[in-house]
């Protein structure tokens, strides 16, 4: 180790009793209520939450957030689980860039974060559990961020299962179809996201959109709610066809250039969180994005300070 301490085992930065982690889904659920989501892949359902949880809910996701139906039976389902705020550790987040902790196993995933242990298992079909201390009822309280935190996880893997993937990217709807920019942290996907909007454009989110296979042998691109800064999060949107896949970089000047089926793949890859980092899945996880590369017209677009992107855009041929 050439004197360098070992990492932490998993849960250690944020739970009191790693070792004492659930080993399935029980517990004593917060309460009664049951939600459903509308998220692609869905639905989503959620049990076992108290009334405050299923209030600060309804808040954040808006209207994709609604009662259970008769037909959902086909959705994956949480149960929501209480905890004493003492299986947790207090975290100083001062300066700290918050990123959850993953046990990967082949029939199960687990989770820890900031007051929150979850995971999600495949003995029958997908399905997840959520242990918390937080309720969602008082000024500050973490429950909504906790309760997105772990949903875009069970999304990711939703979305593998149905052959698509979650994409870190910026999702822009023009003329009817949609684009997706991927690139590095800093490559510009939120400035180009601003760009867009102020000049008409829908962006469905600037950091998490869903792309899947079509009915007709294409793609298409879905909205979000998770995180970003630029798109309207709390409101519904129909899926779009993708028109370009395109690696972001910045230029001097405008251009757009081929970008193979490889490369694409790789791309697609190294912008799928959560998935990409289980090597129980590495083999699926790669099959799904070489599946959509192939599927996907795609290019590099470098992009300047200029503007005009979407003049290249138009009148490039990838």
Known sequence: MNGEAAPPGFGARFLAFPD????RRAGESWGDRRLAFDLPGGPYLAAGLSAAQAAAAEERFGELCRPPRAGDGDGVETRLFAVAPSDFLAVDTRGWEYALDFDYAPAAVRIAGIRLMARIDWARSLSAALWTSEDGGAAGDLFPGIFENFLRVVVAYRLLEAGGLVVHSAGVVDAGAAYLFLGRSGAGKTTLSRMSERAGRTVLSDDLNALLPDAA?????????FTGDVGERRKAAPPFPLALLLRLEKGA???????????AAAQLLACAPFVNRDTHRRELVEA????????????????SLCGGVWDTLRGGTP
């Open 288 to 303: 799904t994005a070489a599946e959509l590369a192939g599927a996907a017209r795609a290019g590099v677009l470098a992009v």
């Open 20 to 23: 004492l982690f659930p080993a």
């Open 253 to 263: 000047e405008n251009s757009l250039q081929p970008l193979s089926k490889a490369g």
């Open 217 to 225: 042998g294409g793609l298409r691109v879905e909205k979000l709610p």
